[in-house]
């Protein structure tokens, strides 16, 4: 395979779909010019796979890997087939050998329907199917005492598994953020540049661990202090949110580095 000139990761929820339309035309234009260009934009989201897919094929990304489940997992051209024990067939096992009453105070999607699902995420049902197909990692909310929870996690942590408290759930994994899975991904495509795209602040790994990293504005969450490389240009804010601010930081950047200057747009 060619070495690309540049290599794109980017965040989906409020970076590349708008926050509250999940729409993404007004990033049509540059996804488009980044195909000419044979840069490749892999997605990097707490999204399952299964949500995925359709995203990646509908924006015309080809098979470029996807960063899932908030960077548990690695997915290549498909949704895989489950058919050995996955990382989460052994998440939801070893949550069956944790103290009852521990266990009972957490409430994993596995231990969901889709209309619950559903209800705690505010996704559609259809969706909230899709949510469910997890492969890497398991959200859930807990019911409990803080001093519970930290005896929870510490049981979880003496079995080998990772607990992340992120805005309403506390996600269970074997490890693994967005930042650890890129550069084994940018080695397979010869290391090129590689720039990445985030609205939050569990974003920032991401866009530090790129060569260039591109803070889009989020108008719902508190602002994000001043960064390391602001200074320089290696991170830059964009002024609008959500696909309109992803096309116009990667602009910017794109022209600044003189990627693909020649094309007549
Ligand atoms: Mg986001």
């Known amino acids: 395979m060619t ?5 794109i990761f980017s965040d989906l929820d409020g970076t590349l779909l708008d926050h509250d339309s999940y729409d993404w035309a007004p990033a049509r234009v540059m996804l488009a010019r980044l195909a000419r260009a044979g840069i ?3 997605l990097a989201s707490s999204k399952t796979a299964a949500e995925m897919v359709p995203l990646r094929a509908a924006m015309g990304l080809g098979t470029v890997p996807m960063i899932c489940e908030n960077g548990a997992g690695v997915v290549g051209d498909a949704v895989p087939d489950d058919d050995g024990l996955t990382d989460y067939d052994q998440l939801r096992a ?4 944790i103290d ?5 105070r957490f409430e994993g999607f596995g231990d969901m329907d889709p209309a619950r699902i559903s209800a705690v995420t505010g996704l559609p049902e259809p969706d909230a199917r899709l949510a469910a197909q997890r492969r890497f990692s398991e959200p859930g909310l807990w019911h409990g005492a ?8 510490a049981a979880l942590r003496a079995m080998g598994i990772a607990a992340r408290m992120g805005g309403r759930f506390l996600t269970l994994s074997f490890g693994g953020t967005k930042a650890d899975r890129m550069a084994s991904i940018a080695a397979r495509y010869g290391t090129p540049p590689t720039i990445a795209l985030g609205d939050a ?3 920032l790994e991401m866009l530090q661990s790129a060569d260039f990293g591109i803070l889009v ?4 969450s508190p602002p994000i202090p001043p960064l390391p490389g602001e200074d320089t240009g290696r991170i830059r804010r964009t002024s609008r949110p959500g696909p309109a601010g992803w096309t116009e930081g990667l602009t910017g950047l ?4 003189g990627i693909d200057d020649s094309h007549d747009l």
């Open 3 to 7: 070495r690309p000139p540049a290599l």
């Open 40 to 42: 490749p934009v892999v």
């Open 94 to 97: 070893t949550l069956g050998r």
């Open 100 to 104: 009852r009453a521990l266990r009972g």
């Open 146 to 153: 803080a001093a519970e929870q930290e005896a929870f996690v």
């Open 201 to 203: 602040p569990n974003d």
């Open 217 to 220: 504005a989020n108008p719902h």
């Open 254 to 257: 794109l022209s600044d580095l």
